[in-house]
């Protein structure tokens, strides 16, 4: 049987989330901007999935702006809130998914000074270098996000915020892994603003959303029609943001049991690995997403083991979907001092309300005879001894 | 919803095509194949990334492009964001003009004058009158400084045909690129990229029966259209759009694409026979006016002015019918916002009349008994309207037209009185009391008329010509009048606000109704007077 463990990268839909957008995928149809009766009751599903969407992080419903996803909630935030400041300084931090750090280029052009927040080998944002950087002034933006996508490491959010508020800067928040995930909430963060993600929470695929203070000053990405307060041009994609409203509201009333069975497979799964030589598990004792856990095989090729896990029906990660099959290491692991070797090694597992323990124990045995052949390979007549048989 | 409405509107969305929808499904539920495009190393994710390709083959193929020329996007609002940005961005050290023209889509205008602030100048090239731009015209406007033409293949609104194939050629001598706002088009007519020679074309998935929030954008490789992304993060679409692709609605679109190529032409055909009816049908009305061009035009978009009514009243007429009628007065994009359309104004249709203005939009399941019930229900509520009008001369006559109970726009008994407004005929008797009142530029008009028996009131009639709120006042007074003497109209602005359960800015229509009133009080007792001086 087919193994799925890389749900940081995508889940499927919940069947609760798929029923809740029958009837707005085929039936109902309507421009939710259309006066009419059509547009009324497509406008209607959307303010109540708004409802939804602001309760998973305890937000009003006029603080939420939908997008096609977390990478253009990203880009508005950080874009957005550049172009309407002078140009200055923006910090970001080393770990921030690809949507957040590929901004640096386009800030440059624009005449801000990008710097990176370092974080520390356990993956944290080290608190004492941001408040030297916030320290040497000229800081307007602030963008950290709330849980790592490949170790799966909680940053210190609030403390992040009441820092960046003394420096009289914005703090944007990407909050995709967390909002869900964990208990989240927008008020409680000390973020200005947050980017979530409906497909990383059994959501459907292009929806995502901002959560901001309406008195925040932003330009929009999409020009073109005042949709969304003006903040998000272009025809709402009706049925996706029902399906996310939808697994909003499963996310928070299945939180904690969801937590616990994904916190006791991923305790399984750690104790499992321990028991295999060498393996080292980043971020371990730090507070984690209770799915996620990325280890490294020393001496291994991660390319190569997701390789050998994929023809073995295990579908894992290197780390961000985003960037998988570009062969590089992982960003996070070297931000976080891990050596290079190791990092290339590094597997990512995340797991999902539907996997299984006995789907655990498969991945733990099918991992230790692939690594087991590994020590094979590098042994040369225990190699072809094996080829000989 | 009591009574399902009749969809006339089209071009503002379409329904998802069944078939587009079951393709939808087999990636959406749990057991079917919901992989992040993304994820080459497993199974999952490359099941998904060959159903994103063979569906960029699908939108490629009705275009006439090739596969990777297609980038995808969230809609066509975002292909032309990332169009006319991008190519700013990509080009700024050329020359910093643009040439658009006044009656491109919403997304298209706020674009360029985004662009203004920042910088760019832009050309606003007004339509002839017929809506079409002359490539002469557009040949002066092209400068050494201009990097980009952005026009519209078909107007969302009129439904207007751009002669894009020699726009394109022109483009194309001048070094200029052309990008092509093709969202109403693609999948309605054949629309070919070589042919019209675009460097860069925006197509919709949810204007061709496919799903909302998927769009697509169309980057030509020989020669090359250089873009900067708007969206950064990840590399998908080679670099020049990130973000999770999402693949349901990605195979929906490539599922409308390839119903479209095949169903198209005979569809064109049938439509472009029920809208040629329904035009026939309302231009037996006198006075209405078809906006656009009658020769070069989509097949299912015929927008319509009506002349002697007011907007307000007519669009809540249609939509407040006892079997409604969906439609829009332009763009849904604007339709919030309840000005005029900036279209028809550049048309050259002065304000109120582009007010008064119906779009009317067939598709795929638009039939000929839905087009003759709309032709009947249109006629039935103008005649109704001009009826009640105190200018309207000509003939009108015709049966009430039947109104659903409420609107939810208004007010239970705003609504209550403009359908008994509307069911209600004007009488041919001479009345002996006749007052008139307008407001500031003669938005609203409104006349009551009545008759005094015995010191009383024995009949009054109020003709208005405004929105739903003037109407329903007229009405209210009316009925106020009768049984009364004049000197028991007694009645504030506020007591009439209330009475009509008035929405602050109608408030204008309580006090037409209250001048009225006291003109007619007035009038009356001198009327009595010289009755009574009369008989002694």
């Known amino acids: 049987m087919p193994v799925y463990f890389d749900h940081n990268a995508t889940t499927w839909l919940d069947a609760a989330v798929l029923d809740a957008m029958q009837s707005s995928l085929a039936g109902r149809y309507g421009n939710p901007s259309s006066l009419h009766r059509f547009g009324r009751v497509a406008r209607d599903a959307i303010d109540r999935a708004r409802e939804q969407v602001a309760a998973l992080v305890n937000a009003h419903p006029g603080q939420v702006v939908f997008t096609s996803g977390g990478t253009e909630a990203n880009n508005t935030a950080v874009k957005g809130l550049a172009a309407r400041s002078r140009p200055g300084r923006i910090l970001l931090s080393a770990i921030e998914h690809p949507s957040v750090l590929e901004l640096e280029e386009p800030l440059k052009a624009g005449g801000w000074q990008v710097d990176f927040v370092p974080v520390t080998r356990e993956g944290i944002v080290d608190l004492a270098a941001l408040q030297c950087m916030l320290d040497e002034g000229g800081v307007r933006l602030v963008s950290v996000m709330a849980v790592n996508n490949e170790t799966g490491v909680l940053q210190p959010y609030e403390a992040i915020a009441g820092q960046v508020r003394a420096a009289g800067a914005i703090y944007h928040c990407d909050a995709v892994q967390a909002a869900g995930k964990l208990s989240f909430s927008y008020p409680e963060s000390g973020a200005h603003i947050l980017s979530l993600s409906s497909h990383k929470i059994y959501g459907p695929k292009g929806v995502g959303a901002l959560i901001l203070d309406k008195a925040l000053d932003i330009e929009p990405l999409l020009h073109g029609g005042g949709h969304e307060r003006g903040l998000r041009a272009g025809t709402e994609n009706m049925p996706a943001i029902v399906g996310f409203g939808a697994a909003a509201e499963l996310a928070q009333q299945q939180l904690e049991s969801r937590t616990q069975h994904c916190a006791g497979l991923r305790d399984q799964l750690e104790a499992g690995l321990s028991a295999l030589p060498d393996i080292r598990i980043f971020g371990q004792e730090q507070p984690r997403l209770p799915n996620t856990s990325q280890f490294s095989v020393p001496g291994y090729d991660g390319e190569a083991l997701l390789m050998a896990l994929d023809r073995e029906g295990i579908a894992v990660s290197s780390g961000s979907a985003c960037s998988s099959g570009k062969g590089e290491p992982s960003h996070v692991l070297l931000a976080m001092g891990i050596d290079e070797q190791v990092a290339r090694g590094a597997i990512r597992v995340s797991l999902g309300k539907d996997n299984t323990g006995a789907e655990v124990e498969q991945f733990l045995s099918i991992l230790a005879r692939l690594t087991g052949a590994q020590t094979q390979q590098s042994s040369g007549d225990r190699f072809a001894s094996v080829m000989g048989q | ?536």
């Open chain 2, 1 to 536: 919803m009591a009574e399902r409405a009749l969809y006339l509107d089209y071009a503002a969305t379409t329904p998802v095509d069944a078939r587009v929808a079951e393709r939808m499904r087999a990636f959406l539920s749990p057991d079917g194949e919901f992989g992040n495009p993304a994820s080459m190393q497993h199974a999952y994710g490359r099941v998904a990334h060959d159903a994103v390709e063979k569906a960029r083959e699908q939108v490629a193929s009705l275009i006439g492009a090739e596969a990777a020329e297609i980038v995808w996007t969230s809609g066509a609002t975002e292909s032309n964001n990332l169009a006319i940005k991008g190519v700013a961005e990509a080009y700024a050290d050329r020359g910093r003009h643009m040439v658009t023209m006044k009656t491109e889509h919403k997304s298209v205008v706020d674009v360029c004058r985004y662009l203004e602030q920042q910088g760019w100048r832009i050309t606003w090239l007004p339509p002839q009158p017929d809506g079409r731009i002359s490539t002469e015209t557009l040949a002066a406007a092209i400068n050494e400084e201009t990097v980009l033409v952005s026009l519209m293949l078909v107007n969302n609104e009129t439904g207007v045909l751009q002669d894009i194939a020699s726009i394109g050629r022109l483009t194309r001598e001048r070094g200029v690129l052309l990008h092509v706002d093709a969202a109403q088009a693609v999948g309605k007519m054949p629309v070919d990229v070589e042919h019209m020679q675009t460097d860069l074309l925006s197509v919709s998935a949810h204007k061709l029966y496919g799903p909302k929030g998927i769009g697509a954008l169309y980057v030509r490789r020989r020669p090359r259209a250089r873009l900067m992304p708007q969206i950064h993060g990840g590399g998908h679409e080679r670099g020049m759009r990130s973000g999770t692709l999402p693949t349901h609605q990605i195979v929906g679109m490539g599922e409308a694409c390839r119903i479209a190529d095949e169903a198209m032409a005979k569809e064109a055909e049938r439509i472009r026979a029920l809208r040629d009816r329904l035009w026939q049908g309302l231009s037996e009305l006198p006075e209405v006016y078809r906006n656009g061009s009658d020769s070069h035009n989509v097949a299912g978009i015929l927008n319509v002015s009506f002349a002697g009514v007011d907007g307000e009243a007519l669009h809540a007429g249609l939509s407040g019918l006892a079997v409604p009628l969906a439609l829009s007065s332009g763009s849904a994009c604007t339709a919030a916002s309840q000005e005029s359309s900036y279209v028809l104004r550049a048309l050259g249709r002065e304000d109120e009349l582009a007010y008064a203005s119906v779009r009317f939009s067939l598709g795929r399941w638009t039939t000929q008994d839905e087009v003759d019930r709309v032709i009947t229900s249109v006629q039935t509520l103008v005649n109704a309207l001009r009826r009640r009008s105190p200018a309207w001369q000509k003939d009108c006559a015709g049966p009430a037209p039947g109104m659903g109970d409420e609107h939810p726009q208004y007010s239970d008994a705003v609504w209550r009185y403009f359908t008994r407004a509307l069911a209600a005929d004007p009488s041919e008797d001479e009345a002996d009391l006749v007052v008139a009142s307008d407001t500031p530029g003669s938005r609203a008009r409104m006349q009551l008329r009545a008759r005094i028996e015995g010191g009383k009131f024995v009949s009054a009639e109020a003709r208005v010509y405004g929105c739903v709120s003037s109407l329903a006042a007229g009405a209210w007074l009316a009925e106020y009048l009768i049984g009364k003497s004049p000197e028991q109209l007694q009645v504030t602005t506020a007591e009439i606000e209330q009475d009509l359960q008035l929405a602050p800015v109608k408030r204008h229509c309580a006090l037409m109704a209250e001048d009225l009133l006291g003109m007619i009080s007035r009038q009356a007792r001198l009327t009595v007077d010289a009755a009574e001086k009369v008989a002694s």
